[in-house]
C-alpha cells in the first residue's frame, strides 16, 4: 500500500470541507491558533513515516497529555492507582462535575478532568519537581530535547479555569487529593500546555503500538499495562464521543482541545492528526474526518 498517497488524498479532501468547527477559546490563550492548519502523520512500527501538512509544527496537546502523565504513574505506581480512580467511561463532557459529586470523589476514569487531575496529583507527590519530570519523560520517549511547555499557555488557563479549580476542591473534600489544589493544578495546567507536533506526537505514543518498548526499544510499561491503558483509550479517549469514535475510525487514542488527535493499531501504526476547529462534543472535526478516512481507505483498524 502507498501510505503517502493514503496521505495525500486524504488531505485534499479534508481541506476543503468549508465546516472546519470551532476553535476553543475557554481557554483564552487556545483562541490566537489559525483554523487553517491541518497535519496528519503516520509511523508504521517497521519504522517507515509518512507526513502531509502542518505535521511539523508545534501545538497544545492538551488531554492527549492525559495519556502520558497516566503511563509515567502506571510505570511508577502500578494498578495502586486505580484505588483512587474508576475505567468506565463516563458519557457525559471531560469537565462535568455532577458525577463526582454523586459517586464519593471517584473519577471515572483518567482522561476526564477530575481523573487526570488525581493522576497529576500522584506525579506530584512522586517527583520532587513534577514539571521538570515529566518533560524529561516525554524527552527520553522521543529523543527530542526541542519538546517544551507554552507557560503562557498554562497561565492563560490557571486565569480561567474556575471548573477545574471546583474539580480539584471537590476531590479534596473526598480525601481524593493528596497535595494541595494550588500545587496539582499548578503542575496539570503546564502538562496540558505542551507542545509537541504531529510527528512528535506520534513518536512518543510508540510505546502503545509496540507492547511497552519505546522508539529506543526500552521496556517503559508492561504488556499488561499497555493493553489497559489502549482499552482506556478505546472506551474513554473522547469524552462523551468514545463511541463515536469507535464506530467511525475503530482505533484506541485520545483528543485533546488543542486540536491534536492520536490513535494507534496495537503491532501496527501510530497516527497523529492536527486540525484546531472542534467539533461540539470537543474533538477536532477534520481530524475525526481523517482518520475515519484512513483506516476506511488502508481497512486497518481493530475491528
Ligand atoms: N487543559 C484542558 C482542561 O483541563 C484540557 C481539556 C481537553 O483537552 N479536553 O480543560
Redesign the pocket.
Known sequence: MNFQTVLNDIYNHVVSVKDKGTI?S??PELAHVDINNFGLHLKIKNGEEYGVGHYNKPF???????VLALALAASQKGSTILNRLGVEPSGHP??QLALLEIENGIPRNPFI?SG??VVADILVTLFENPVESFLNYIRDLTGDKNINYNPNIAKS?KES?Y??YATANLLKSFGNLHNSVEEVLDY??M???LEMTCEQITKSFHLFANKGKCLFEKTRLTEQQVKRINAIMLTCGF?DEAGEFAFEVGLPGK????GGIVALLPDNYVITTWAPGLNEK?NSKLGMLALEQFTTKTQLSIF
Do not use: D
Request: contains cysteine; proline residues 0%; aromatic residues 16%.
Open positions: 476553543a475557554y481557554i497544545s496537546i492538551q488531554s492527549i497529555s492525559k471531560f469537565n478532568n487526570a487531575i488557563e479555569g471548573r477545574n496539570y495546567f502538562q496540558c500546555a469524552y483528543s485533546g482541545v488543542g470537543g
